[in-house]
């Protein structure tokens, strides 16, 4: 019998992070569920039930992420999947996301919360997968699966037809851009290895970090991250793609 397989999801106390853990778990994987609030991270185990841990993880704290690396390690071993989900949006309080992208163009956009954005969304990313790769090495079926955004693709913006071309902006738009690059990093870096790396980009989900503008329901939208986050051994690498398995231009 194949070895239970362990995950590591990150943000994954609500929104997509929630439902691929909650899918992940029904799939027989041991899912470490990360949360800033070690509270409500509990409270997102408590409610999928066996197989959803909860873990204290806030990626732009050096200090949680290094905890959270060792308690994998002391209590497992090994990391099998590791998915990079934590993102915002902006900071502050809830904000529609008009106003999101009207105060967030070149011109308007604030730098004290453009560098926030990027140090979730990019710098924190980086700095998960430094700390989890050895762990990821341990394994003999290990996968990274990142979470960004089709509105980071820079050819798709390039197209003056490209629907979400209007929202392109120096916080969250460009720090998916930059979290692709991160990714091509990663990807490069680990091709002559059995470790897989992904790229996904949810659908436009109705969620927290979008106000709750989202058009797809929760389940619909984090249907491209389950699949990917599930790929067998067999399954590819260096893709960067949405619902179903469609490609996304860098």
């Known amino acids: 019998m194949a070895a239970e397989r362990i995950a590591l999801v990150t943000g994954a106390n609500q929104g997509v992070g929630f439902q691929l853990t909650k899918e992940l778990v029904a799939n027989g994987v041991t899912v470490l569920l990360g949360s800033r609030s070690l509270e409500r991270g509990e409270a ?5 039930g066996p197989g959803a841990i909860a873990i204290q993880l806030d990626v732009t704290d050096s200090a949680s992420i290094a ?3 060792e308690r994998v390690r002391s209590e ?7 998915v990079n989900n934590a993102g915002i949006s902006h900071t502050g ?3 529609s996301l008009d106003d999101v992208v009207r105060t967030g163009l070149a011109s308007t956009a604030d730098l004290d919360e453009v560098r926030e954005i990027w140090e979730t969304n990019v710098f924190g990313v980086l700095a998960v997968y430094q700390a989890m790769l050895p762990l990821l090495r341990e394994s003999s079926d290990a996968r ?4 960004s955004s089709g509105v980071g693709s820079l050819t798709s913006n390039s197209d003056p037809s490209f629907a979400y071309r209007s929202t392109f902006g120096p916080g969250y738009a460009a720090s998916k851009t930059a979290l692709n690059a991160m990714t091509v990093a990663m990807m490069i870096e680990l091709e002559s290895t059995d470790i897989k790396v992904n790229l996904v980009s949810p659908a436009f989900t109705s969620t927290a970090l979008n106000g709750y503008a989202g058009t797809e329901s ?3 939208g984090s249907r491209e991250v389950v699949r990917v986050a599930l ?3 067999d399954g590819p690498t260096g893709t960067f793609t949405r619902w179903p398995a ?3 231009p860098w």
Request: glycine content about 10%; proline content about 6%; charged content about 20%.
């Open 144 to 147: 990274i699966v990142n979470v």
């Open 218 to 220: 929760l389940e619909d």
């Open 44 to 48: 997102a185990a408590q409610e999928i």
């Open 93 to 95: 309080g809830p904000r």
């Open 67 to 69: 905890a959270a690396a």
């Open 246 to 248: 469609a490609t996304i």
């Open 231 to 233: 790929l067998g051994p």
């Open 76 to 82: 497992f071993g090994r990391l099998d999947l590791l």
